[in-house]
């Protein structure tokens, strides 16, 4: 079972379109990464959100952690077929910052 | 300013053997944390070491140990091999402590156990 729960799994969109994936949890995280894998390497750190109603924007992508630090969305505006990869959510224990929960990813597939 | 870096990129062990995995932080990074990717299961959180010390550990057997030396260099190990151990192994380091601790991985280690 896992701690975080992302959905949708899998997302085919066409360039230009907007997309939402959701992470939620029963459990309170102290922050919430969002990084973006490609296939053979590691993941990419994205973005860092510790306070709940934190809103993050890096150019097309809007970033948003949940007023109880339980959930958050990654919002892409005008997706281009250089998002496709996997979107993966983290969050950090409220024990330990530096253990993370992942969630099990959203595969994003941006069509030209 | 160098990533993290992990080696080998690629190993290909045969049932029963053991190996180990290197990783080298960033610069000035002193935690060191290692996770298992699989199709199946996703990223899973193995341990944390910091200052020399696992701070936390997973629930991982007894045959998947680590250990982290004076200059934040780690290593895992993984003895006796099975199939199921096949996967890319991930090393992050991370710098602060708080928490808005982020967590940089390296390119990962692609273990194939035949």
Redesign the interface.
């Given at each position: 079972t896992q701690l975080l729960e992302q959905s949708p799994q899998f997302l085919s969109i066409q360039e230009g379109e907007n997309l939402t994936v959701y992470c939620n949890s029963s459990s309170v995280f102290s922050s919430l990464q969002w990084y973006r894998q490609e296939p053979g390497e590691g993941p990419v750190l994205l973005v860092t959100v510790v306070t709940g109603g934190e809103v993050k924007k890096l150019k097309r992508l809007t970033f948003q952690f949940g007023d109880a630090r339980k959930d958050s969305s990654l919002h892409i505006t005008a997706a281009q077929p250089g998002d496709t990869g996997l979107y993966l959510c983290a969050g950090a224990s409220e024990n330990n910052f530096n253990k993370f929960y992942f969630g099990s990813g959203t595969k994003l597939n941006v069509k030209p | 300013k160098a990533g993290?870096t992990?080696t080998p990129r690629y190993l290909i062990k045969t049932r029963g053997q053991q190996v180990t995995l290197s990783c080298s932080p960033i610069s000035g990074h002193r935690?060191v944390?290692w996770?298992q990717q699989t199709p199946g299961q996703?990223?899973?959180?193995l341990f944390?070491y910091?200052s020399e010390t696992q701070?936390?550990k997973g629930n991982f057997p007894g045959r998947f140990s680590g250990r982290q030396f004076s200059n934040s260099r780690s290593e895992m190990n993984v003895s006796t091999l099975e199939l199921g151990d096949s996967a890319?192994y991930?090393c992050?380091s991370?710098k602060?402590?708080?928490?808005?601790?982020?967590?940089?991985?390296?390119?990962?280690t692609?273990l194939t156990v035949v």
């Open positions: - | 993290v992990q935690s944390s996770y996703g990223l899973q959180f944390e910091f701070r936390n890319l991930l992050a991370s602060r402590q708080g928490r808005d601790t982020e967590a940089f991985f390296g390119q990962g692609r």
